[in-house]
């Protein structure tokens, strides 16, 4: 992997020290997000490197954690004075606040901003009928457009009204329960506090209106998490000035870095446990990176390790002749190990 050559030309065209923080977003159980476990890897290559005039950070990720991005970026902020993020490709969500937090963010034709609006999940979360195990996240955007439809669309405006709208909501089938609808609330108001904080960061102040229509255009006027940003509707549309475009020699070298991450952790490859078993094969154990943070002289990968197994269970269905016992293969999996390592 070329990863740590491509660093060191990045950082010689940008005159900065480079991080590269990249997360799989490869289907199935084998992808990785934006987690707080970052902090000591992170914390461990700024020491190493050391306090620089310039850092640049190469993100890519499709979201995760929205605790992380003031964490991070404030950390980061103790080792420099200028700090950029380069996006060779998606930059979602958690990501996407971490950008917010640079005084430059890089973009190429390639690279995508996302609104910011999370789901949440905790144990007041509806429990999912297809698995009682698991409680379906609720989106902060989805329960705000439903109160905005009620209110704005519908012209619901008196307190009775307002309140069998809300009986509706907790109501359903499966039940929201209100302090569920409480932390959708707490964590909307987060959002925009972390956003607001994370854009008052940079260098060069921003006017309070500035902030306040890109926290505005990124929390609820998107209206989908899955609207994609390009560097022009940032810029020009949503006004985010910090948004300078990368020139061709650069954008090829982002492109060429974030082809090798995506080789490395085999991104472009479909998820089958099938396939990873093996033909023939009764039990494998495979190994997956799923996370990188490197810079020019220290790598640190994230590694999970799964063990497939080819097993036999018997299934009673109904026939006319009545109930039957039918054998049937199947495919079981289980991780035994996971965790960053050194390189």
């Known amino acids: 992997m070329r990863t740590q050559e491509i660093i060191q030309k990045?950082?010689?065209k940008r005159n900065s020290k480079v991080l590269t923080y990249f997360t799989s977003d490869r289907q199935g159980p084998i992808n990785a997000r934006v987690a707080m476990d970052i902090i000591p890897i992170v914390?461990?290559?700024l020491r190493k490197i050391g306090k620089q005039e310039k850092i640049d950070l190469i993100l890519y990720s499709a979201g995760g954690d929205t605790m992380v991005p003031w964490?991070?970026?404030s950390m980061i902020r103790e080792y420099t004075r200028h700090f950029?993020?380069?996006i060779p490709y998606k930059s979602h969500s958690a990501a996407t606040m971490i950008a917010l937090g640079a005084d430059e963010i890089v973009m190429s034709d390639m690279s995508e901003l996302s609104p910011i609006d999370p789901s949440t999940s905790n144990f007041f979360n509806p429990i999912d009928p297809q698995n009682p195990q698991n409680r379906i996240p609720i989106s902060v955007e989805e329960v705000m457009s439903y109160f905005d439809l009620a209110k704005n669309k519908f012209n619901i405006k008196s307190d009775d009204d307002l309140t069998k709208v809300f009986n509706k909501f907790?109501?359903?089938?499966?039940?929201i329960h209100p302090l569920a609808l409480g932390n959708v609330n707490r964590t909307h108001n987060l959002i925009k506090l972390l956003a607001e904080r994370l854009?008052?960061?940079h260098q060069a102040p921003m006017s309070e209106e500035?902030?306040?229509?890109?926290?505005?255009?990124l929390t609820e006027k998107l209206y989908s998490h899955q609207y994609f940003i390009g560097r022009k509707e940032a810029k020009e549309d949503l006004g985010i000035k910090t948004v300078i475009?990368?020139?061709?020699?650069?954008?090829?070298?982002?492109?060429?870095?974030?082809?090798?991450?995506?080789?490395?952790?085999?991104?472009?490859e479909g998820w089958n446990v099938e396939a990873e078993l093996g033909d023939g094969q009764s039990i494998n154990r495979k190994n997956y990176k799923i996370a990188f943070v490197q810079s020019a002289n220290l790598s640190n990968q994230f590694e999970i390790n799964l063990e497939f197994k080819r097993i036999q269970q018997t299934l009673t269905q109904q026939t006319p002749q009545g109930m039957v016992n039918i054998p049937q293969e199947q495919i079981v999996w289980r991780i035994t190990g996971q965790g960053w390592k050194e390189e």
């Open 10 to 12: 990045i950082e010689t």
């Open 43 to 45: 914390s461990a290559q």
């Open 71 to 73: 964490r991070l970026v």
């Open 84 to 86: 950029s993020v380069l």
């Open 170 to 175: 907790t109501e359903s089938t499966p039940a």
């Open 199 to 201: 854009l008052k960061s």
């Open 210 to 217: 500035d902030i306040r229509r890109i926290i505005e255009f």
């Open 245 to 268: 475009s990368a020139d061709d020699e650069l954008a090829n070298l982002l492109t060429e870095l974030y082809e090798e991450y995506k080789a490395e952790m085999k991104m472009a």
